[in-house]
């Protein structure tokens, strides 16, 4: 498969490419909107903000929902899991993408940000009882797309899946073995 | 200490830390005297294997020589690990923090810059988020009972106070902070249970210096420890990560299993 990973300039993608790569799969890094793609992969890391005003370079905010409405494979991770929804608490002005409903919040825990590993709860078997690595101090509280959800504080979405759009609050290419699993599974 | 009981599914992580010097892995004794271990990918991919869920690279001799940690190291950990790791020895300022981080690093870690520095907590955790930084501290309980902090891998005392510096490494916005009890590095007689329960912190705190056997570990997540990092009794074939892990699971704390 062919994949593009879209370059937000928010952190280092060496391990979201070297993840696909090592999957068997060609992973090209996108500075700009290109269409001939199997499936496009949106890494994000830091402030919402700064990530969601990436977006408005480049037309990516038209171009990822022209992509998604098409039926073509979308992946989100982290960040760019937040970005597929109305906007976040972290920054009221920025707006997110608009594609899911709902809002990101603060995790309410006193020790954030969330740093670890945490064990998936899921209706879906292949989820369900794994452990992946997490890094973040916000989150979708509750979706009609949930498919994973964990407890930090509160319980929060862990995993979006809605037709063609797959999205992790997680980091699959840092959850060993089975991030590299569940990221074939997507890309396939 | 008061400790909020707070709904996680985060269970207790288990860190491999291994020592780097001229591009090969060390395990010293109080800092001192240094054994050549062996090649850092293939013990990285080997602890992996084995369950570790985390991996920290320190190059120990950076920061005494002035010397950069090799980055050609940390870009091919990136490439053929698949669990974070943290990479830390010899970072002096935001232009060091760039070059680890281009290169790969999941997380950086600093010590003697940050005692220099302090400012430097802040400038990394504007510029990359606070999940990014571990703030290590070398404490030493000295002879007369005092806690002094250390930096230069323990080669230099500094004045400041123990309790100060750690409020001071939260305010100023670091993801985590390593406790490292010097007087118990490589002596495998435990954690600091005593530093570990000093407090409640409000960022995940990791315990490193002293793990002689599972037990030691087993003590310190229930003193508190958010983390364990170990390097010696895993580079000395002693324990493997599973069998830690193992223990730790037979004596009801939750950890990832492979």
């Known amino acids: ?188 | 200490m008061s400790k909020l009981v707070q709904h996680t599914s985060l269970v207790p992580r288990l860190i491999v830390c291994l020592d780097v010097a001229y591009g090969c892995v060390v395990k010293g004794t109080n800092f001192k005297q240094l054994k050549d271990m062996g090649d850092p990918i293939e013990l990285g991919l080997k602890y992996q294997s084995q369950g570790a869920d985390e991996l920290v690279f320190l190059d120990i001799k950076a920061s005494v020589d002035g010397q950069n940690s090799a980055l050609a190291m940390i870009n091919k950990v990136a490439k053929n690990l698949s669990i974070p790791f943290t990479v830390g020895g010899g970072i002096k300022n935001l232009e060091d923090v760039d070059k680890f981080f281009n290169a790969g690093a999941d997380k950086v870690t600093i010590n003697s810059a940050a005692l220099q520095n302090p400012n430097l907590i802040n400038q990394t955790a504007n510029k990359y988020g606070s999940q990014s930084l571990i703030v290590a501290v070398d404490v030493n309980l000295e002879a007369n009972n005092s806690l002094i902090l250390y930096t230069h891998g323990g080669s230099k005392k500094v004045s400041k106070n123990y309790d100060t510096w750690m409020q001071e490494i939260i305010d100023r916005g670091a993801g985590e902070v390593m406790i490292n009890a010097m007087h118990k590095d490589g002596t495998g007689s435990g954690f600091d249970l005593d530093l570990l329960s000093r407090q409640y912190y409000s960022i995940p705190i990791i315990a490193s210096g002293g793990a002689n056997e599972p037990k030691d570990f087993l003590n310190a997540i229930n003193a508190g420890a958010d983390a364990v990092l170990a390097a010696g009794i895993f580079h000395r074939n002693e324990y493997t990560v599973d069998e830690v892990k193992h223990y730790l699971i037979q004596n009801k704390i939750e950890m990832r299993t492979l």
């Open chain 1, 1 to 188: 498969m062919k994949i593009g990973i879209i370059d937000l300039n928010s952190g280092n993608l060496l391990s979201v490419i070297s993840s696909i790569e090592n999957l068997g799969h060609e992973a090209i890094v996108l500075k700009k909107p290109q269409s001939n793609f199997d499936a496009l992969v949106m890494p994000g890391q830091g402030r919402f903000a700064f990530v969601a005003s990436q977006l408005d370079q480049n037309n990516w905010r038209e171009f990822i929902i022209s992509w998604v409405t098409s039926g073509k494979k979308f992946i989100g991770i982290c960040v760019g899991m937040q970005l597929l929804f109305d906007g976040s608490v972290e920054d009221t002005g920025a707006k997110g993408l608009g594609i899911l409903a709902g809002t990101v919040q603060k995790l309410k825990h006193d020790k954030t940000p969330m740093v670890g590993w945490a064990k998936l709860s899921s209706t879906d078997k292949k989820l369900n009882d794994q452990f992946v690595y997490f890094v973040n101090s916000y989150a979708i509280i509750e979706s009609n797309y949930c498919s994973a959800t964990v407890n930090y504080g509160t319980s929060f979405c862990a995993a979006i899946q809605k037709d063609n759009i797959v999205a992790f609050q997680f980091h699959p290419e840092k959850s060993g073995e089975f991030g590299q699993e569940l990221l074939q599974q997507c890309l396939n």
